[in-house]
């Protein structure tokens, strides 16, 4: 309580979620269905294409 109360508890650091980075030479795709509202079901599907290799022949498992 005291050390709250004289603000010197240890601080926590904010956690920063890691999203996809756009800013890269590679080529981007355009959005195809940015505008598209569906009016029926299946009409639109969803997918991601992750670019991350996985080493699946790795001595660590």
């Not at 756009?22 to 294409?49: A, D």
């Amino acid at each position: 309580m005291l050390l709250k109360e004289h603000g010197m508890l240890a601080k926590k650091k904010a956690s920063k979620v890691a999203t996809t980075e756009s800013n890269h030479p590679h080529y981007k795709y355009p959005n195809k269905v940015k505008n598209l509202k569906p009016t029926r079901i299946n009409e639109l599907w969803q997918g991601r294409l992750c670019g991350k290799r996985l080493d699946l022949h790795s001595s660590r498992r």
